[in-house]
């Protein structure tokens, strides 16, 4: 194969994998967009501080599934391909997309539909564990010597995407159906054009190629089975406990960014609902410009300089960002402090997903990338607009988020500082070992 042919092999292999990844941030996000709504339409109570809380703990609720999601399809893909992993956790997404997207409400089915509504987003959450584990372990696989950050940090990159199309769909859809309509049945609209999408993903993922990497391990009498990858997990503790800590500081960050942005600039800011998508439009396509810029850096200078330098920003400016912000609320403001979170989350992004694959020890790749990853996601990240707006409303400060920024910056520092102790790297060469 030619270097040009290749190059073109490599650049549909990240599109392909990417491109569910895509679908199931796209979900997320849409969720989180309209929130508002689909309190109202799920949760009426009399209270809207009420009824946003249930739909952003439902939103959470999604995140505590992570986990066991990560356990159960981390060790199916380890075991079985990282290929077939994929299209299993496509197929779930799905699932949880129809059941959000066509349930009545409320009023039609009473607390069925609630119910099925959790249920849906239980659902994605399984799903969700291993996603974004075995679509970075896949593109780490699959990378050229020397570029796997750059490589890796297409897994994010493909989020940003879905950030900024949901952003373009919200604000095309705000000029075109009116606010009442868009409450009773307009935010259904984003949930339907993503079962739109399910079948030419599907058709994307299908053709994809298992990882030579994969392979063999699986040719050899290493490839360990399911048992053996489950008890490396417990074995390996520490290490899923580091890289918990490390995915802390980027999935608060990246959910306060964007899934929770249209809420706080509308409800908390009280700015236009379009002025919100415009700001979350914005840091989407930072977002995307950050992300393998700093994945390529990390490549040149290593991946712990990046986390710690950006760590220490997001401590030392969140608080004071968010003050300055609230003190005087405009769309200029949001767009300035927004980007400025924006970057610093990118820029620790890019480095610190390809170091969790690096991290973890080969054998349990996956499975030991999500847990952490799913453990991060839903003790802290995936509660990050719940947490935020009870903050807000019990202090009655509208910058307390940027505490909750700060203490996620803490736990990314605290992991950055440990992942490359020397006890933790013996650890990692006494795993190796045991394959030989």
């Known amino acids: 194969m030619s270097p040009r042919s290749d190059r073109g092999e490599k650049i549909w292999s990240v599109l392909r994998v990417s491109s569910g990844?895509?679908?199931?941030?796209?979900?997320?996000?849409?969720?989180?967009?309209?929130?508002?709504?689909i309190g109202k339409t799920f949760f009426p109570t009399g209270s809207e501080f009420a009824q946003l809380m249930l739909a952003f703990m439902t939103f959470g609720a999604g995140f505590l599934m992570r986990p066991l999601g990560a356990v159960v399809l981390g060790v199916y893909i380890d075991h079985h391909g990282r290929r077939a992993g994929l299209l299993l956790t496509l197929g779930l997404m799905a699932i949880g997309t129809l059941s959000i997207a066509l349930i009545p409400g409320y009023e039609t089915l009473g607390w069925l539909a609630p119910a099925i509504v959790v249920l849906g987003r239980l659902i994605q959450g399984f799903s969700a564990?291993?996603?974004?584990?075995?679509?970075?372990?896949?593109?780490?696989?699959?990378?050229t010597p020397g570029h796997k950050g750059f490589y890796v940090s297409w897994q994010s990159g493909s989020q940003q995407v879905a950030v900024i199309f949901v952003a373009l769909l919200g604000v095309w859809l705000s000029t075109v159906i009116p606010p009442a309509e868009m409450t009773a049945w307009g935010w259904r609209v984003p949930f339907l054009v993503g079962c739109l999408i399910i079948p030419l993903i599907f058709l994307l993922r299908r053709s994809m190629r298992e990882t030579g990497d994969f392979l063999e391990r699986k040719q050899s009498a290493q490839h360990p089975t399911p048992k053996e990858i489950v008890?490396?997990?417990?074995?390996?503790?520490?290490?899923?406990?580091?890289?918990?800590?490390?995915?802390?500081?980027?999935?608060?960050?990246f959910y306060f960014i964007t899934a929770y942005t249209p809420t706080f600039g509308r409800e908390v800011l009280k700015l236009t609902g379009t002025d919100s998508l415009l700001v979350t439009l914005c840091v989407g396509i930072s977002n995307l410009f950050w992300l393998p810029v700093?994945?390529?850096?990390?490549?040149?200078?290593?991946?712990?300089p990046l986390l710690i330098v950006f760590t220490v920003l997001m401590l030392v400016s969140a608080y004071p960002a968010l003050?300055?912000?609230?003190?005087?609320?405009?769309?200029?403001?949001?767009?300035?402090?927004?980007?400025?979170?924006?970057?610093i989350y990118g820029s620790y992004n890019g480095a610190m997903v390809v170091a969790l694959t690096e991290v973890v020890p080969v054998r349990l790749r996956t499975a030991g990338f999500s847990v952490a990853y799913s453990l991060a996601?839903?003790?802290?990240?995936?509660?990050?607009?719940?947490?935020?707006t009870y903050l807000i409303e019990v202090t009655g400060n509208r910058?307390?988020?940027?505490?909750?920024?700060?203490?996620?910056?803490?736990?990314?520092?605290?992991?950055?500082?440990?992942?490359?102790?020397?006890?933790?790297?013996?650890?990692?060469?006494?795993?190796?070992?045991?394959r030989a």
């Open 294 to 304: 700093m994945g390529a850096l990390s490549d040149r200078v290593g991946r712990q």
């Open 323 to 343: 003050s300055w912000l609230v003190a005087a609320p405009s769309f200029t403001r949001l767009l300035i402090v927004e980007l400025w979170l924006s970057f």
């Open 231 to 253: 008890r490396a997990l417990v074995h390996n503790w520490r290490i899923v406990l580091i890289g918990m800590l490390m995915v802390t500081m980027t999935t608060v960050s």
């Open 129 to 143: 564990g291993v996603e974004l584990g075995g679509v970075s372990v896949y593109l780490s696989e699959i990378a």
């Open 399 to 434: 910058a307390v988020a940027g505490l909750w920024l700060m203490f996620a910056a803490a736990c990314g520092l605290v992991a950055a500082l440990l992942a490359w102790n020397p006890r933790v790297a013996e650890r990692r060469a006494q795993m190796a070992a045991t």
């Open 377 to 388: 996601t839903a003790v802290f990240g995936g509660f990050t607009p719940a947490v935020s």
């Open 21 to 37: 990844n895509f679908l199931e941030m796209y979900d997320f996000f849409v969720f989180g967009y309209y929130a508002s709504a």
